[in-house]
């Protein structure tokens, strides 16, 4: 299972760049539809120059950012788009493991609460 960056059709300019890439979310994909949609990107990591780890720059466009929603294909390739340059700021460092310390502590209030 792969997750991948999603926008939607809407959220595309005619040069192929994201318009607001704070729309774009997190996915996953099967057979050319949206399985599950997932959040936000975040832009602390996605549009940070001093992290170029985990770059917005390829998102797989969408019909609608919904679950079921169909990829645009041209009959060769799944229709791709990218944030402009002009997107991505200098943010500072990144600590991905206190980011994912927050993450999972969020993770485990979410699941206490369901049972």
């Known amino acids: 299972m792969r997750i991948r960056h999603l926008v ?3 959220n595309v300019d005619d040069d192929g760049f994201v318009i607001d890439p704070l729309l774009a979310r997190h996915g996953l994909v099967v057979a ?3 399985a599950q949609l997932a959040g936000a990107i975040d832009p602390q990591t996605h549009l940070n120059q001093d992290f170029p780890e985990h770059r917005l720059d390829d998102c797989l466009i969408v019909e609608q950012l919904e679950a079921g ?3 645009r294909w041209d009959g060769e390739r799944f229709g791709m788009a990218r944030a402009r340059p002009s997107a991505y700021t200098q943010r500072g460092p990144v600590d991905q493991g206190e980011q994912r310390a927050a993450w999972q502590a969020a993770f485990r209030r979410v699941l206490s609460s369901k049972f």
């Open 32 to 34: 050319g539809r949206v």
């Open 69 to 71: 929603g169909a990829l």
């Open 8 to 10: 939607s059709a809407d």
